[in-house]
């Protein structure tokens, strides 16, 4: 029987830009756009998962982006300590996805076993495929596997009950998404499947990619793995923030619930 999860998004970082730069042909408006960063957390009463582990300060500077907080400390105003948790579901190595993952030194880091040969093999040999790779991150994760600290899968996969990872590809050739059981019905946290609403309803892919076609066929199956459009939840859109409440009024502009109806 399926566990019911509670669902977060927690914000972390945002990068002001226009929407030429969220569309792989630009966009003849060019208005504001910016990018917001999240991590995502599903908890039930058996098992908690950090869904993608963000980026620190070194990243944030090297990059020009806004560093709101520690990852970290906001799962901590979750009551959430990183150094406890025992589950960390990777969708895939790009930066800022998996920073920090030396701050969960108890977790088991699950990925799809493309995105790990993706990140190490021939295509990292091209400035444009590895542009949004760290080199350290993915050493890193690589020394995770010899101690053990890795699991990887082909394909689609149950993590626990009610808690799935699927196999997308697109952004990156690896790139997985996280489905999740809540009491509102089956939540599918896209990642960069889709980064922003924008990118699967008008369908103009993002423009780091590594196979447009697997990420236009990705919305398809963003939508089929859903309970309804509702239930997909873009990777780096500050919409989510405007439909979704936060827990509480102390937590407003941080954290996210995303197991609850929509604002309509």
Known sequence: MAETYELYALKYAHHPRTASHNFLSGDPHDGPMPLDYFVWLARSPARTFVIDTGFGAASASKRGRTLLRSPVEALRLLGVEADEIRDVIITHLHYDHVGNFDLFPKAIFHLQELEMAFATGRHMANAFMREAYEVENVVGIVREVYKERARFYNGDAELAPGISVHLIGGHTMGLQVVRVNTRRGRVVIASDASHFYANMVERRP??????????????????????????????HDPEVGRRYPAPSKELAGIVIQLDVNPAT
């Open 206 to 235: 993002f423009p780091i990619v590594y196979s447009v076609g697997d990420m236009i066929q990705g919305w398809d199956r963003l939508l089929h793995l859903a309970d309804s459009p509702e239930h997909v939840i873009p990777g």
